[in-house]
């Protein structure tokens, strides 16, 4: 079973977007894409067709954020929802000699911080609601996580 691949969508009335071009980027995705196809309170949604422009305090540069996903729901509520491992969403430990992997995570965790926080403040000024879903998220939504 492969990480990345193109997804097909089965229910075309609810992709908001270009329905032949859906990309997941991990497992977690892909199931998040069916939950979203399968729920009946998601009107809609669609991947990676929000661009959200923030600047990166890594290298002080415009760049582009590619949300995850967008998804509307029945009751009209929007999300903006990132999918990532909870273990990406919290600050890297310093170890005691600063290595490139450390150097590395740590540039990740910052740049990932600026798209969030631009994404947040995007969404509220929209009246939606900017999450990261981690796997515990998944769990609780009772979106099924699959190992290689």
Excluded at 21 to 26: E, G, L, T
Excluded at 68 to 89: A, C, G, R, S
Excluded at 94 to 102: H, I, L, W
Aim: net charge positive; charged share 35%.
């Amino acid at each position: 079973m492969s990480y990345k691949g193109k997804y097909k969508i089965k229910n075309k009335e609810k992709y908001i977007g270009d329905a032949k071009d859906v990309v997941y980027r991990s497992l977690w995705e892909r199931q998040c894409f069916k939950w979203c196809e399968n729920n009946p309170k998601v009107k809609g949604w669609n991947s990676e067709e929000i661009v959200i422009p923030y600047v990166s305090d890594v290298d002080k540069r415009l760049h582009r954020y590619f949300v995850d996903l967008l998804i509307v729901m029945e009751n009209e509520e929007v999300y903006l929802v990132e999918i990532k491992p909870k273990k990406q969403t919290m600050k890297p430990k310093v170890p005691n000699r600063k290595t490139k992997k450390y150097i590395k995570e740590i540039s990740t965790y910052v740049v990932n911080t600026n798209k969030w926080k631009a994404a947040d403040k995007f969404a509220n000024k929209k009246g939606w609601k900017f999450q990261i879903w981690t796997e515990e998220t998944l769990k609780n939504l009772g979106i099924k996580l699959l190992k290689s």
